[in-house]
């Protein structure tokens, strides 16, 4: 693993850095408060190409590497967390699985819009009794001949009223339990499927989360992903990768939330010095570092493992659970830092607290990535 990063990653990570400090600092507060989705933002990060750096560019896409979405979705994570998982979720999940599993018409109608950030794109696959356990799928898309009829229900869907593709994952049929499952690309507006209200949420408000609602939907065949009943290996492999996302979005948080508790240190003063010089504060960040090196290096190594083709669902496992868990331990550690400014929204650590909780629930629980990593040391 080459630990110096080329020139072209040093000017996407440049670049992602002033786009977040630039454009998504100055009304992340705002968004947060009033949960308002970043628009013109994600506009501005199709503009750039951050929303399908991975994609080739033939069907639209920067066609760039896992490092250079790692360092992008770092930079911007440590700005505005909701912006981050908006773009996580359209690469990572979205973007990947359609153009690693798709026919070529599938690509050009769908893909090419998505990479190039013109339309957004949302994974389906929680439901309320079938978020970790994915297997036990209760939305159904019965055969009709040339059509399925998608009846069911959605939660916690990242981009849910945004979006305009969807990529829905449910039971064809039951008696063949996960190798029944299918895996399929709906749009927005077709008769039968709703979207339900925002949810409220403790962090990353800014990003829309919905139920969708799918009732007796008519969906092509050839929307189908893959042979019939790949829905469950599908969506298993396209959350490997997507783990290397909600780590960076984790990793991002730290390293956001470590840079303003430092400059804080520096500019505090406490029985006559800044607080830096109070070993009790010294330790706490130093502490803090050394777990956002670690956390870097094992998301950098599931980076690098992906672009080199190797099978990543051990190393992306070990870097969402350790980074999501860092994320939430240096946020708090930095409103602790911040004493009681740390507790109000204009020095943005309490944000960031609260964003960093989900980078442990969202694409597999910790407990999920411990049964992961464990299989992976039994096999």
């Known amino acids: 693993m080459d630990f110096n990063l080329t020139e072209e990653h040093l000017m996407i990570q440049q670049a992602a850095r002033d786009f977040a400090q630039n454009e998504l600092l100055p009304g992340v507060i705002e968004r947060d408060e009033h949960s308002k989705f970043p628009t013109e933002q994600v506009k501005m990060m199709a503009d750039l190409g951050f929303m399908g750096m991975m994609v080739d560019p033939k069907y639209g896409g920067s066609g760039l590497d896992s490092v250079s979405y790692v360092l992008a979705m770092t930079e911007i994570a440590k700005v505005d967390a909701s912006a981050a998982v908006i773009m996580s979720v359209n690469n990572s999940l ?180 800044e607080i830096f010089h109070h070993q009790a504060i010294a330790f706490k960040l130093a502490d803090m570092y050394v777990k956002i090196t670690a956390a870097k290096l094992l998301v950098m190594k599931a980076a690098c493992e992906k672009d080199e083709g190797k099978d990543i669902s051990h190393s992306g496992a070990m870097a969402k659970l350790y980074a999501s868990e860092v994320a939430l331990e240096v946020a708090n550690d930095a409103v602790q830092i911040h004493g009681g400014n740390g507790y109000v929204a204009e020095y943005h650590v309490e944000r960031m607290m609260r964003d960093s909780k989900i980078t442990q629930i969202y694409e597999g629980t910790s407990e999920i990535q411990r049964i992961v990593i464990s299989r992976g040391l039994v096999s």
């Open 94 to 273: 979205v973007c990947a699985g359609l153009e690693k599993y798709c026919t070529e018409e599938q690509k050009m109608k769908y893909l090419v819009p998505l990479a190039k950030g013109e339309v957004i794109g949302a994974f389906c696959l929680s439901e309320p009794e079938a978020g970790s356990d994915a297997t036990s799928q209760k939305t159904t898309a019965i055969d009709k001949g040339d059509h399925y009829l998608l009846n069911g229900t959605k939660n916690w869907i990242t981009n849910g009223s945004t979006a305009s593709t969807y990529l829905v994952i449910a039971q064809t049929d039951i008696e063949k339990k996960h190798k029944g499952i299918n895996a399929f690309i709906v749009e927005k507006g077709w008769p039968g499927f709703e979207v339900g209200p925002k949810e409220k949420k403790m962090g990353i408000r800014g990003s829309d989360t919905h139920s969708l609602m799918f009732t007796d939907v008519k969906v092509p065949k050839e929307n189908r992903i893959g042979p019939d009943g790949f829905g469950f290996s599908f969506a298993m492999n396209v959350l490997n990768g997507g783990r290397i996302g909600i780590a960076s979005q984790a990793l991002g948080i730290a390293t956001g939330a470590y840079e303003l508790a430092l400059k804080y240190s520096h500019e505090r003063k406490a029985f006559g010095k």
